[in-house]
């Protein structure tokens, strides 16, 4: 077993809701993220998987300490994070990384790419100029670009050499969790493979741990060691990827694999349509939040609600039906 | 199927934008046929000049800096290309519509949907207010959206995007055209609105016998969706066939890498990836576009665009592998 990196235990974020303009009245909470708990294990890659609004990106934000929790706790060696101040939290900061979806918004258009991947370093740890070009030099080079790309302007790239700097910018302080925020879903279909399989290589290479958040599902099947799917702000399911892709428990899950395109017009497969939309984050519904939608749903969903159980091997399922 | 159901034809379509830079050719020499009834995917990725081919064909390309060169588009029997713009205003809707990408931005955010489907139904024939209203409720029950009486006075923002998406199909449909041209309707969508989106469309296509274009860029809508299939690469069409002899049997490099390139759900082993970028439009070179990042590559590839070979019936790609005169 490798080791554990990070864990999030009983972790919520509630945003209020509030009415009126001045005496701001809080009317309600949006459940963002509600109550979960995963960990992630040293050089590996766990996949959040689910559709918008699902609580993938707050849990990101949560763990990149860019969102105070409501709840709950995330620990890295057994130190709550939240507790981490001045020196603590700018090592904390070159641990944790983040590659967002869009390479057009996330990278500065007013900084070279030389100044850009080597922030981290300058901000959060004392190196020289000489150190710092070095390492933008060795990064470039491990993403790929050619030593030139420092003294270029970020418009100066195409999408997937912009996804490549970001990527750089994220190693350069030898992080050793990199959060990837949908990190293919902007870029064209023949490039993506190109940049998957350039963060691949990258684990293989440094060891670093991915916390993949993505919607393509086949995305996460080709990178994650793990896979998490998430249904508005809870975990309904959890094991590790070619388990979870195989046997699919959870209803919701198998709505969702089964709502995936398929790879040849002749493929046969159940789709399973399911009605509606995922109802607001503010009210939730009383029991498992997903049963309005379950095709599968019994009394007991509607008022009591299901937790995550371990049904061997490692493979956690949130449904009354395993019960 | 007889020949009159050819529903439009678009011949050697040459869409160029003229600016500084020189000549950008957006779609250079672009030829396909749609029947009613029938599902064409156009697949490519940013820049080959798929959503260009789709505004061409509606007439809606950025003026001054773009013109439709040469090349003809015949919807119904009737040439688009020389209509002036008055003209153009009847067609569009009625006989060709567009839904676009991304449901947030293609609603009017300060009208209510009612309004909104009022003015695409009242635009071709005069209605009353009272004929538009029941005619609205008709057009959204038509794209599933419950209570309808109900959703007519909500403005846009107070809907999902699946809920706006149908709206918009069914602003499309109102003035029942011959054909839609949907380009990447779903991208904004999650995976499950996705899957009832897509098969809202189908039930919409056989009840009507509308004609759709689907524009995309992701192979498993292709697989879901279409009945013959267009592979565009800058600018131009490189593969045509059916869909199941697409998958079966791509024959062009650059429809195999494509293929190769995408994750699938049950394998994971290494990704094939494509080398390098496409060429700008603007510096096309002279022979195959796709040479610079083929791994067939040989000398004729560079100097010579291939001529379009016939791989099967109804199938044909252009790649001088496919020539006699090939050999590397």
Redesign the interface.
Known sequence: MPAELLRVENLQKFFPVTQGLILMKTVGHVRAVDGINFAINEGETLGLVGESGCGKTTTSKLILRLEEPTGGHIYQDGKDIQTFKGQELKDFRTQVQAVFQDPWSSLSPRMKVKDIVAEALVVNRNVTATEARDRVREVLEQVGLAPEAADLYPHEFSGGQRQRIAVASALASSPKLIILDEPVSALDVSIRAQVMNLLVDLQAETGVAFLLVAHNLATVRYMAHQTVVMYLGKIVEHGPTEKLYNDPQHPYTRALFSAALPAHPDEQRDEIVLTGEVPSPINPPPGCYFHPRCPVAMDRCSQEEPVLKDHGDNHLVSCHLYD | MPANDVVLEVNDLHTYFFNKRGVTKAVDGVSFSLRAGETLGIVG??GCGKTMTALSLLRLIPKPAARIVSGEIILDGEDLVPKSNKEMREVRGRKISMILQDPQTSLNPVFNIGDQLSEALGIHKPLSKAEKVVQAVASLRNVRVAAPERRLKDYPHQM?G??KQRVIGAIAVASSPKVVIADEPTTAL???????YL?LLKDIQAETGLAIIFIT????????MCDRVAVMYAGRIVEEAG??NL?NKPSHPYTQ??MD????????D??????G?PPPLYALPEGCRFADRCSHVSDICRTEYPPVASVEEGHAAACWMLDPKWKK
């Open positions: 990725e940013s999902s699946g809920m999650d995976v499950t609105i996705q899957l009832q098969r860029h992701d192979f498993g809508i292709v697989a879901r869909v199941r998958f890498a494509l390139s995408v994750p699938k759900m049950d394998r994971t290494r990704l094939f990836a494509i080398d970028q």
